[in-house]
């Protein structure tokens, strides 16, 4: 028999947070996320995705009062569907079906109970950069906001009946690789064109830089069909939080005269770091932190965005951006590999850039649904154009 139990005091808060490290104590792959960051998601006062939602999670327990399995299951209205769509994520469970089965149809119900058709899972109560999808291929160390979990889990899920909505693709090169000839060619044709510069984003000029990112971000990513529009305030705002763990040679711009025209933005990995910590990180993790960061290598880098405006597109300027910076980082940062934030297999275009970067695919994850009405036709996520 298994009880569910509402996540609504400490003790129950704490277990959430503490059973997956209790699971995975023996995965040396397993980082475990920050405290803050999961608690954080749950957080009305700190997540907006309450203010169109709502979200509860639960712990699941045995006849001897042990946890066997934990989950997070909510509404979001802005969360456009073809039908109406919940979701489920932070889900953890022992390796047993008849477990998992119960956990997935406690969700099903209480997201029946709001009038939802379906549900997507595992996925996050709020945007899709942290804690989306479930690992299926590349069980290596996940990367800051990745979401980890154990193969058996796959089985789990496509057991019960969820099916594939989107692949979520993520590309891997290492730093001192062969870089493609394509590079150092388009390199060698603009490297001497006084109208084209190639420069590092530096921290006590971030207005500046959020400002151009801005410019190229909204230009760029339009023509891709996200229909993303970037804010000058919010960028800055990004920079800004970004600002203590930003890596000056490792984030770059190029001008043609004083005009952005492309972007190569990337982090260091933060889990090379949070490994150490356990989860937590008040006043004397901070401390640890700043000590791990002077004193430990972090041999990992995170690409978080890549951008060319249209008119500069195929034209090779973003060879020329990228041999610049990796000659530079080369001599400059301990960085070995490179790693870019996923991709949806729904997104031909940003794949074929990914797939320019002479990257290859190092891990897969995957976004399941599950439609209530199993006599409805399943479809998958509609292609970009």
Not at 371 to 379: G, I, N, Y
Request: charged share 30%; with cysteine; aromatic share 16%.
């Amino acid at each position: 028999m298994i009880i569910a139990e509402e996540v609504q005091n400490e003790n129950q808060k704490k277990e959430f947070l503490e059973f997956p490290a209790k699971l995975y104590q023996h995965d040396k792959n397993y980082i475990r996320p920050l405290n803050n960051d999961i608690e954080e998601v749950f957080s009305p006062k700190k997540n907006k995705f309450f203010k169109n939602g709502e979200c509860k999670r639960f712990l699941f327990k045995n006849k001897q009062n042990q946890t066997v399995g934990k989950v997070a299951v909510f509404i979001n209205k802005l969360y456009k569907q073809k039908q109406p769509t919940g979701g489920i994520g932070f889900f953890d469970c022992i390796n047993d079906q008849e477990t998992a089965n119960f956990i997935f149809d406690y969700c099903k119900n209480w997201l029946q109970q709001r009038g939802m058709e379906a549900m997507d899972g595992p996925i996050n109560f709020g945007e899709r950069d942290k804690f989306w999808g479930l690992l299926t291929d590349g069980f290596i160390e996940p990367l800051y906001g990745m979401n980890y979990n154990f193969p058996y889990y796959k089985e789990l899920f496509e057991n019960y009946g969820f099916k594939v909505y989107f692949e979520q693709l993520c590309f891997s090169r290492p730093v001192f690789a062969e870089v493609s000839r394509v590079f150092t060619v388009m390199h060698n044709k603009y490297k001497n064109n006084p109208a084209i510069s190639a420069k590092p984003m530096k921290k006590n000029n971030l207005e500046k830089f959020a400002k151009d990112f801005t410019e190229i971000y909204n230009k760029a990513w339009a023509s891709h069909g996200e229909g993303k529009q970037m804010e000058e305030a919010k960028a800055l705002k990004m920079f800004k939080i970004m600002k203590p763990v930003i890596n000056e040679h490792i984030s770059w711009f190029v001008y043609e005269n004083d005009k952005p025209i492309a972007m190569w933005i990337n982090i260091p990995d933060l889990n090379q770091w949070f490994k150490y910590l356990k989860g937590k990180f008040g006043l004397i993790e901070k401390l640890k932190f700043l000590w791990i960061k002077k004193f430990k290598k972090n041999e990992k880098m995170v690409g978080l965005v890549f951008g060319v405006v249209p008119e500069w597109q195929k034209k090779g300027i973003d060879g020329y951006m990228i041999w610049e910076g990796t000659q530079h980082l080369r001599k400059h940062t301990d960085f070995k590999v490179t790693e870019l934030q996923w991709i949806g297999d729904f997104n031909p275009k940003m794949i074929k850039i990914a797939e320019n970067l002479d990257t290859t695919v190092t891990r897969k994850l995957a976004t399941y649904r599950y439609l209530f009405d199993r006599t409805k036709e399943f479809e998958r996520h509609p292609m970009l154009g």
